[in-house]
């Protein structure tokens, strides 16, 4: 794996799928998976937020990370949340995620019990030496109540095994400062900032909405990486009014990703209503017809 990008650029944080009874569906993750690979994802991370991991057990999470090697192969990155408010239930998860065959662990700051900056510089540090994988921090203070600090991160990053930074964190200068006096490979968790941090030496980003539209995402990346910088923006604002819907409407990203996949939810969460769900496609057909657009120069043929 690179070092300026240990787990490629472009990463789907995964659903979960379920059956209409509530049932770990793993024919269909399977599925998911190979699409969302075959769409150009070079990893994915699985038992995130996105995932449900508050509402899968330890079997469940070890039984689709199994799954999800089988069906993509030995290449793309499978990155396995382990996060959990309990350090040693969080060194569990970790040790199971490596016996089940990911290629790396996300995890998030400890929730709800808001430790102090040393508690949870202590706690990713024993994550850290519990297995030999790689480790992607999660700063995402909007969720858990804590952030880690910018000095904290300096600290962790000399850590062998600590490589990548999730960033949820909505502080851009503060991420910058950790690019450049560290190898972190920083990646956005926040589709609007994912132009943004790739192009101040982000390493990529881990997305909800690249569940449904992974290649679109993918070539914003690819266009800045060509040097078309007015490509890349062009690109990245046809995504936003979809990206905006799916993240910041109201409603979690797992709802609004499952509802345009058609899969189920389990509670404490609950499906789209119709309005919502017709919102989200008409934005998507949008995305699909703009960028039909800028890949052939002259207006989009009608889909009806």
């Keep these: 794996m690179s070092t300026e990008r240990p787990f490629g650029r472009a990463l789907c944080a995964m659903i979960t799928p379920f059956t209409a009874t509530g049932e770990l569906d793993l024919d269909v993750a399977r599925e998911h998976a190979a699409h969302l690979v075959a769409e150009g994802c070079d990893g994915l991370v699985l038992n995130g937020t996105t995932g449900e991991s508050p509402t899968t057990s330890d079997d469940e999470?070890?039984?689709?990370?199994?799954?999800?090697?089988?069906?993509?192969?030995?290449?793309?990155?499978?990155?396995?949340?382990?996060?959990?408010?309990?350090?040693?239930?969080?060194v569990e998860l970790a040790r199971q995620a490596e016996a089940a065959g990911a290629d790396?662990?996300?995890?998030?700051?400890?929730?709800?019990?808001?430790?102090?900056?040393?508690?949870?510089?202590?706690?990713?540090?024993?994550?850290?030496?519990?297995?030999?994988?790689?480790?992607?921090?999660?700063?995402?203070?909007?969720?858990?109540?804590?952030?880690?600090?910018?000095?904290?991160?300096?600290?962790l990053a000399a850590h062998p095994r600590i490589v990548a930074v999730k960033d949820c964190a909505y502080d851009l200068l503060g991420s910058t400062k950790v690019i450049a006096r560290t190898s972190l490979a920083y990646y956005s968790g926040c589709e609007e900032l994912n132009l943004p941090l790739y192009a101040v030496g982000g390493a990529g980003y881990v997305s909800t909405v690249a569940n449904v539209v992974p290649r679109q995402l993918r070539a914003v990346l690819d266009a800045f990486d060509a040097g078309d910088t007015a490509g890349a923006a062009r690109l990245n604002a046809l995504t936003l009014p979809l990206s905006e819907l799916m993240t910041a409407s109201?409603?979690?990203?797992?709802?609004?990703?499952?509802?345009?996949?058609?899969?189920?939810?389990?509670?404490?969460?609950?499906?789209?209503?119709?309005?919502?769900v017709d919102g989200l496609r008409s934005a998507y057909e949008d995305l699909v017809a703009a960028e039909d657009l800028v890949a052939y120069g002259e207006p989009a043929q009608s889909k009806t």
């Design 250 to 276: 109201g409603l979690p990203g797992t709802v609004t990703a499952k509802a345009l996949l058609g899969d189920f939810v389990r509670e404490p969460l609950q499906p789209a209503d119709r309005e919502a």
């Design 104 to 155: 790396g662990l996300l995890v998030v700051a400890p929730y709800y019990s808001r430790p102090p900056q040393a508690a949870v510089e202590a706690h990713f540090l024993r994550v850290a030496d519990a297995t030999g994988l790689p480790v992607m921090l999660y700063d995402i203070p909007g969720r858990t109540g804590t952030r880690v600090e910018p000095e904290t991160m300096l600290r």
């Design 61 to 90: 999470k070890a039984a689709l990370i199994r799954a999800v090697r089988e069906a993509v192969g030995p290449g793309p990155a499978v990155v396995a949340g382990v996060g959990t408010p309990d350090t040693r239930h969080t």
